[in-house]
């Protein structure tokens, strides 16, 4: 209670002194107004909190960060005066009073009985089923990814459904570990590099430490591959679709995939899988440019990838370079490239129950990427495409697949034909993307079905959005403001749902953008640095007087060789600089005798030549 007290009395302090900037007693007014409003509102409300005392200090104390914020951006700009940080304090304060409040945290679920709620969604109401909260989820991940939202939407989306969400993160101050709806997180800094066994010995001890039967969500290929092949160890402790041991590891390998999409008649772009550095160069002769290169297998691209990601080679010398930067050319996949204009890249999410039955299907388009065309996810709309949903959902049945999986398709106007290029079998970072008229995602009803009760049968929202706002930005200088080649319309909609931002769960947003902007100003400052480096170095290097080499004095000699005289070196002579020593030695050159100098030479070489 102390350190709350100091809290207090530090940010009313801070408080009074930025009202003081003012006149007395209207700063006191404006500052209180806008104290009021925004943005200490959002976070305030956003808390849930039963304490006056601690609601007041986050009050004040974040307010006043953002009245900080406007006076160092003033004084920055060399435009700080009290009038006007009063004046800008004003205008936050009347549009955080006119807007409408941030919606407040959703009640807490009563864990003695599970009532269902109806929600109205695009003029139909529907019965939501309710998730049983005496069932929590772990969300499982074996690679290193700090700043992802795919695992935020996750804790959200759970969360506040009421079940309790337990997550592994890489330390405390990761955006997921922050956020509100997280029951507990267990720091476990993996990279993927480790040994299977001490993976699975030290998973075991999770599932023992909160108390088994828990549902468990991989939400990368390596934690679907752990699941899947160590089942008759981790079955004890966890609960998740049971999968054939082999088949989420055939899937997330890119040559498997190949193979399982020749078995069963569906499309996707040629591939070719070399085994020695001469297969590369025999295939580079024959090869059609540009070419697309991927990492082959789930865990060796942690361990030891062969490309740092999708990458477009768009030469033979190209191909053959990268070609030698590959330690093992087995791990590699060249695919053909499919040319932006001629494609669509699209999107399906579903969850399969026992039978490979896809209980929740959504389609959606890939407006944006990054990197651009090969990369994350940044800006997606659902839109309605039953013959994808066909295909994929047959596909799913025919291999027997069964949990939550996330593919990508790209559609070649070429030939008509949907071709797919990536099958994941786990949860897609950007499923908040897709949500049925009962509020159904693909991690609720996974929930549902392996707890015993029924998935509502709705439509999807068609037209819902999302973009991930770290990425999108750069992403939407690289498309030049515009979108990847789409249907027409496929960019119509409501406003997007934010990846990050949530009214209700502020703190993985402002966590992101710590953790997002400390690498991004480090690379920054790299790329910065050599070239202030260089111009230090032409800063501290003199410049020669014009004309200061010509008043260098020269002793007179008539036979020997040319030696400088003992307190004039000669010009250009070795370990001398000239440049300096010349500026001061001598009268520099007139613009006469310059001009006397050049009239001369110029007689001389016009009697030269005739």
Known sequence: MTMKRFVFVCSLSAWLLAASHGTWPIAFIVVGVFLATCPGFALVGSLDLDEPMMSAVLLIASSFALDALVAESLLYMHVFTAARVVGVLAAIGIIGALRPRFASAP???????????????????????????????????????????????????????????????????????????????????????????????????????????????????????????????????????????????????????????????IPTPNAMFPSSRKDIRAFAKRATFPLVLKNVDPFTRLQHRAVPGTTVVHSYEELLAVGKTIDDPSTVMMQEYIPRDDAEDWIFHTYCDAASQSLAPFTGVKLRSWPPHAGVTTYARVLRNDHLEAMASRLCHDIGYRGVADLDWRFDRRDGQYKLVDFNPRVGAQFKLFETEAGIDVLRAMHLDLTGRAVPNAAPVYGRGIKVENLDAPAKVAYRRGNATAPAGADAGPRPERAWFASDDLAPFFMMIVRFLRPAIGKLATAVRPRRRKRQARAATPRATRGAANSVPQTKRSKGPKVAAADKPAKKSPGTDDSNDASSAGKPSTRETRARKSRSKNSMASTSTR
Do not use: M
């Open 107 to 265: 009640a807490r679920v009563d864990t003695t009985r599970a009532a269902p709620v109806r929600v109205t969604r695009a003029g139909v109401t529907h019965a939501q089923a309710a998730l049983d909260p005496s069932v929590p989820v772990l969300l499982l991940r074996v690679g290193r990814y700090p700043v992802y939202h795919g695992t935020v939407g996750a804790i959200r989306s759970l969360g506040r459904a009421g079940v309790p969400v337990h997550a592994i993160v890489e330390d405390r101050f990761t955006p997921a570990a922050v956020s509100r709806y997280l029951t507990s997180k267990i720091v476990w800094p993996t990279t993927g590099a480790e040994p299977e066994e001490q993976l699975l010995e030290q998973l075991a001890d999770i599932g023992k430490q909160l108390g088994g039967g828990v549902l468990a969500i991989p939400s990368d290929d390596e934690a679907a591959v752990l699941l899947a092949e160590h089942g008759d160890v981790l079955r004890e402790w966890f609960l998740y679709p049971d999968i054939a041991s082999d088949l989420p590891r055939r899937l997330a390998s890119k040559r498997g995939l190949f193979n399982a999409c020749r078995a069963h008649g």
